[in-house]
């Protein structure tokens, strides 16, 4: 269960910074996001990993962000049914909600094009979001992305930390059973495997929480993918991309 969410995030988070942000209401539910910075160039979408995480984990690069926010409008969201973005009793996430959030958001926005950011499993729905709405990306980053097709992802925690592997897949099955202190054990792992440095390491999982994740939005999500394969679509980009 949580092995396929996780394996797709880089990092996660309760909160490295404080927000300010605002809601849109839904059929659905809510869609929390928060935009910081501005000026005349393209406004940046950041789509965080997961699925089943929300977004405050990509704060620690806030050094970063506060730069680029200078010249433009940069905007965090968190993916329905996550952190504050709140899903309705009933409510669906398919991919293709979670694609018509996004452009739900760009149009709340008033954004008539924007650069899109997709981390790990945002990776795959910047490609989705990109196909799908080509006139409305200008410029799209894919880093540490999830392949394509989502069954292809591949991963090299094992070839790199065998010891953190072992350890990590000690938990998997009463992770698998709900226990949730496996699930905290095995996330914490997972972080610890994620970082060249120790000290930085160190820092990170002094601040690091698990209480985001939200297997029900992960399993959901990872169901529904299972359905896609974005290679033929990924030809058809004639906007610039970095992988």
């Known amino acids: ?87 309705k009793e009933g409510g669906t996430t398919t991919l293709a909600d979670l694609l018509g959030d996004i452009e739900l958001l760009r149009k ?55 010891e953190g592997s072992e350890r990590y897949d000690s938990h998997a099955f009463a992770d698998t059973l709900g226990d949730r202190a496996a699930t905290d054990a095995l996330l914490r792992e997972y972080y610890a495997m994620l970082f060249y440095s120790p000290e930085k390491r160190d820092a990170y999982l002094a601040k690091a929480t698990t209480d985001s994740y939200r297997p029900a939005i992960n399993a959901a999500v990872s169901a529904d993918l299972a359905r896609f394969d974005l290679n033929p679509e990924l030809p058809k980009f004639k906007l610039p991309t970095l992988v």
């Open 108 to 162: 709340q926005l008033g954004y008539e094009r924007w650069d899109v950011l997709g981390h790990s499993w945002g990776g795959l729905l910047a490609m989705a979001y990109t196909a799908r709405n080509p006139d409305r990306v200008r410029k799209v980053i894919i880093c540490d992305s999830a392949a394509p097709k989502w069954s292809d992802t591949e991963f090299l925690f094992a070839q790199v930390y065998p």
């Open 1 to 87: 269960m949580l092995r396929h969410a996780f394996a797709l995030l880089l990092l996660a988070t309760s909160a490295f910074a404080a927000e300010n942000g605002k809601t849109i209401d839904t059929p659905s539910g809510t869609l929390y996001y928060e935009t910081i910075g501005g000026g005349s160039a393209t406004p940046l979408l950041v789509i965080n990993g997961g699925p089943g995480f929300d977004h405050p984990y990509v704060h620690v690069g806030d050094e970063v962000w506060s730069q680029l926010a200078t010249k433009r409008a940069i905007v965090f969201y968190d993916q329905r049914g996550t952190g504050k973005s709140v899903l």
